[in-house]
C-alpha cells in the first residue's frame, strides 16, 4: 500500500487502502486480475452516473497503472489488451484468469509464475485473444516481475 502511496502523493493512504478494499473481491489482501476486471465490468453493469464511473476510471487511472503506461499513454492500449484476454477467456474456457495463472505457477512461490510459463499460459490460455508478439511483450512489460 506504500509503495502505491508512494506513486501519488497527492492520495491519502487511507483513501488508497479504501479503494484497494473495493477491488480485493476475496480480501485477501491482493487484487487479481479477475477482480481487477469484475471492477469494470460492475461499473458497466451498475447505477452509477456517468460522473461517479468517470471518477471511479480516474482513480484507476491514477493509482493502478505503472507509471510507464501513463507516461507513455497506452492505457487505452492496456484497457483493449485486457479486455481481449477476459474475452478470451470467458467465452473459451469460463475459468478465471487465476485459475489459468495456477496452472503454471511455480509451486514454492505461490501466485508467482516465471516468464516462460508466463508466456505458455498467454499462449495456451489466451489463445482466443489473437496476442500478436508485441501485445504478448507488452502484457509481460505490463505485470510486475518477481520471479525469473
Not at 480516474?58 to 474475452?87: G, H, T
Not at 509451486?107 to 499462449?123: A, C, L, P, Y
Request: net charge negative; charged share 35%; with cysteine.
Amino acid at each position: 500500500m506504500l509503495k502505491l502511496a508512494s506513486l501519488d502523493t497527492t492520495q491519502e493512504v487511507e483513501d488508497l487502502f479504501q479503494m484497494c478494499m473495493q477491488l480485493d473481491g476475496d480480501g485477501n489482501g491482493q487484487i487479481s486480475l479477475d477482480e481487477f476486471l469484475h471492477y469494470f465490468e460492475h461499473l458497466e453493469e451498475s447505477d452509477l452516473t456517468e460522473y461517479e464511473k468517470m471518477r471511479a476510471e480516474e482513480e484507476l487511472f491514477e493509482n493502478i497503472w505503472p507509471e510507464w503506461i501513463i507516461k507513455d499513454q497506452k492505457i487505452d492500449a492496456a484497457k483493449k489488451v485486457i479486455e481481449r484476454m477476459y474475452e478470451a477467456l470467458r467465452r473459451t474456457l469460463n475459468i478465471s484468469a487465476e485459475t489459468a495463472f495456477e496452472t503454471y505457477e511455480n509451486s514454492r512461490d505461490k501466485g508467482q509464475v516465471t516468464v516462460e510459463n508466463f508466456k505458455k499460459v498467454i499462449s495456451v490460455f489466451f489463445n482466443e485473444a489473437r496476442l500478436t508478439p508485441e501485445e504478448v511483450d507488452f502484457v509481460i512489460r505490463m505485470t510486475p516481475r518477481t520471479v525469473d
